[in-house]
């Protein structure tokens, strides 16, 4: 499977959370979008083991079949979309999140996030 992984999901993956480690370790290409790297390092300058997940990421980033997704040039269209999508049903999501669903639909990756606010999404395919 193609994940795309949220960032609540790498912190699971930090903990040591079994059947987190077993789906990225199962993964036949596990991406981290460039969003997700961001909130990661925010998350490093506000909690105590915030330089020891900047670590784990950086080892992450180095295995084979990890990549980091970037916006592209289609990436602002698939967002808007979402976007217009989401505010006319009265069902809007946090802007980093729609960033992250536009890259999972733009590279047709299958979701890993806890946060149920994707099921609003059902064009993503997910895995909880």
Not at 4 to 9: A, E, H, K, P, V
Not at 97 to 116: F, G, K, N, P, T
Request: glycine share 4%.
């Amino acid at each position: 499977m193609r994940i795309l992984i949220d960032s609540n999901r790498f912190i699971d993956f930090c903990a040591g959370e079994p059947a987190v480690v077993d789906a990225f370790e199962q993964a036949a290409l596990l991406v981290v979008p460039f969003i997700v790297l961001a909130e990661i390092r925010v998350g490093a300058q506000s909690i105590k083991r915030g330089d020891a997940q900047v670590r784990i990421l950086g080892e992450l980033l180095q295995q084979p079949g990890v990549r980091v997704a970037h916006s592209s040039d289609t990436t602002p269209h698939h967002y808007a979309a979402l976007y217009a999508r989401l505010k006319k049903a009265g069902t809007p999501i946090p802007t980093n999140d729609l960033w992250i669903a536009a890259l999972a639909i733009e590279h047709s990756l299958v979701l890993y996030s806890r946060d149920a606010h994707f099921d609003r999404i059902p064009s993503i395919p997910r895995l909880d």
